[in-house]
């Protein structure tokens, strides 16, 4: 039986990564998680998998938890996510994002386990001031990182690169772009909005909605299919190499507000907050994905409005 290990199963793509794998036979699941807030998120999750509590910027408990597990395979998503927060913190996220990584790789090696296949998940954030002639965005693309995130993230993806180099462990690295969905955390675009909009919808609000900056254009893609591109990915990736994982399509801010203002019948006002700008701002972005798609024949399979309407229908049942 394979046994897989998810690092940061309770987050937001863990817990939809963790549903698609039980969806296979003649697997065995394990997962970290770090609070029992977090663990409490997965719900009916709980009774078909095995929980390890780590904080995985401690060695010795890194070490516990793969010699208890010995997996075949490892999904790396534990993580701080926030470019946001990083700005205000910017250790914490440096120190986080890359022990975790780091004694990851070093028990794995230590164990005697380098032939464990390792999906090491960094970010699109990596490429971060983008020059429009660099459109769209390619694995080849110059990484300039706006934020202390973004520069622990390609420290993950460049320590992945290094231990494949060094050490020839089964890594493959992925840059996902923007992903979104229900269930999300609310400091994100799509959850913020939905979840003002929900409020409104049902009574509990004034119908004023706060936002950021509604000019900026992103790759946004489904959680459901960025998951789905990690299983190929584990499954086909070319060890060493490294994989955009994005919709190959640019969306307003504006646009994804409209269509949820349009899925209520409630007048709401849009008012500008400046303090929900970002400090930098890429005006546009879009993902190539011809890399993955070439080698796995992935393609995003649910549209915009669909992850729009999903995401809203959660928080009206949560609000």
């Not at 794998?21 to 770090?34: P, S």
């Not at 914490?92 to 890359?98: D, E, F, G, I, K």
Request: hydrophobic share 40%; charged share 25%.
């Amino acid at each position: 039986m394979k046994k897989i290990l998810i690092t940061g199963m309770t987050g937001f793509a863990g817990q939809y990564l963790t549903e698609l794998l039980l969806k296979g036979t003649d697997v065995e699941i394990h997962g970290t998680y770090h609070s029992e807030e977090g663990r409490v998120r997965l719900g009916d999750l709980l009774e078909k998998v095995t929980l390890h509590q780590a904080d995985l910027t401690v060695k010795e408990e890194v070490e516990k938890v793969v010699s208890a597990v010995t997996p075949d395979e490892v999904y790396h998503l534990a993580a701080q996510t926030s470019p946001s927060e990083s700005m205000k913190d910017p250790a914490a996220t440096l120190m986080t994002n890359t022990l975790a990584e780091l004694y990851l790789f070093e028990a794995l090696k230590n164990q005697n386990k380098p032939e464990t296949r390792v999906l090491a998940v960094a970010s699109a954030e990596v490429y971060g001031a983008i020059d429009p002639k660099d459109l769209p965005i390619d694995e080849d693309t110059p990484l300039r990182p706006t934020t202390p995130y973004a520069v622990s993230k390609i420290t993950q993806d460049y320590l992945a690169l290094q231990y494949f180099l060094s050490h020839k462990m089964n890594i493959i690295r992925a840059r996902p772009f923007n992903h979104m969905g229900p269930r999300q955390q609310q400091r994100f675009v799509l959850p913020m909005f939905a979840k003002q909009v929900a409020e409104i919808d049902k009574g509990l609000n004034d119908p004023v909605m706060k936002v950021g900056n509604l000019k900026a254009r992103k790759d946004f893609t489904d959680v459901r299919d960025i998951v789905r591109a990690y299983v190929l990915l584990m499954e086909k990736g070319e060890a060493g190499e490294v994989y955009n994982i994005g919709s190959g399509k640019s969306v307003a801010i504006q646009e994804m507000l409209d269509i949820l203002l349009g899925m209520t019948d409630k007048k709401i006002s849009v008012e500008i907050d400046q303090a929900l700008f970002r400090p930098l701002d890429t005006p546009d972005v879009i993902c190539d994905y011809s890399k993955l798609r070439e080698l796995t024949g992935w393609e995003p399979e649910i549209s915009l409005e669909t992850t729009l309407s999903d995401t809203l229908e959660y928080f009206k049942k949560v609000v």
